[in-house]
C-alpha cells in the first residue's frame, strides 16, 4: 500500500463529505455526530482543523469563500480538488482491498492477561462484557431509528453495521473466556523467576488449583 501524504483516517472523513458539497470545519464535525461518524472516526475540534490545514497543504482541498453566521466569527468553506478526490478514491479502494495491522489495545491487555491471575482477569473481563453488551445495545437501537425506520439508506450506514459485527464476535469470545477461566478448562501456569530465567511449572485451573 502506497504511502500518503495525509493518511490521518480524519482526513477520509473530511474528503468523503466534501465530494457532497462544500463545508467549514464546524459543519464537518456537525454533520459526522449527526450521521454517527464519530464512532468510525476520532472527532474533536483540534485535530479536525489541523486535518484540514494538512489536506490545504497539499492539494487534495481548497478555501472557495468565507462567510459569517450573525455575530459569529468568520469561517472559511472548503471543497475538495480533482487531485483530492482522486485520492480519496484511491485511499478507499487500498483500505478494502489489504488488511494492515492496527494493533489495537484490548489485543496488546489480552497478550498479558495472565499477569492479573484467573480472579481478576475474570473479573476485568466480565466488566469489559457488561460495556460491550450496552454498546451492542445502542448500536442496535440506532440502526433501528435509522436505516430500520428507513429514514437513511443501509449503505450510508454500512460501518456501523460492521463495527456492530465486530463487537458481537468480541463479546463472544469475552464471555467464552470469562466461562473458561472460571470452570478451570483454561488454565493458569505457576510461573517462577530463576537465574535461568522464567520457568514455568504445572499448570492451576481457573480457580487456582494443582
Not at 475538495?80 to 479502494?93: A, M, N, V
Request: aromatic content about 8%; glycine content about 6%.
Amino acid at each position: 500500500m502506497a504511502k500518503r501524504k495525509v493518511s490521518n483516517p480524519l482526513a477520509l472523513a473530511v474528503l468523503g463529505l466534501l465530494q457532497e458539497q462544500p463545508m467549514h470545519p464546524y459543519e464537518m464535525a456537525s454533520t459526522l455526530r449527526e450521521r454517527h461518524k464519530d464512532s468510525s472516526f476520532k472527532v474533536n475540534s483540534g485535530s479536525l482543523y489541523d486535518t484540514v490545514e494538512a489536506l490545504v497543504r497539499h492539494g487534495w482541498i481548497e478555501p472557495v469563500e468565507t462567510a459569517r453566521d450573525g455575530r459569529r466569527p468568520e469561517r472559511t468553506v472548503y471543497a475538495t480538488t480533482e487531485l483530492g478526490h482522486s485520492e480519496f478514491i484511491q485511499w478507499i479502494d487500498e483500505l478494502l482491498r489489504v488488511p494492515v495491522a492496527e494493533y489495537p489495545k484490548f489485543m496488546a491487555a489480552v497478550s498479558y492477561l495472565g499477569a492479573l491471575g484467573p480472579a481478576r482477569a475474570a473479573e476485568a473481563l466480565a466488566e469489559r462484557a457488561g460495556h460491550l453488551a450496552q454498546r451492542i445495545e445502542e448500536t442496535n437501537t440506532v440502526l433501528a431509528d435509522t436505516v430500520g425506520s428507513g429514514a437513511v439508506p443501509r449503505l450510508f450506514m454500512i460501518e456501523v453495521e460492521c463495527a456492530l459485527h465486530a463487537w458481537e464476535a468480541e463479546l463472544a469470545w469475552t464471555r467464552q473466556t470469562i466461562a473458561e477461566i472460571r470452570d478451570g478448562s483454561l488454565s493458569w501456569p505457576q510461573v517462577e523467576r530463576t537465574e535461568q530465567g522464567w520457568t514455568w511449572s504445572a499448570p492451576t485451573d481457573g480457580k487456582g488449583n494443582t
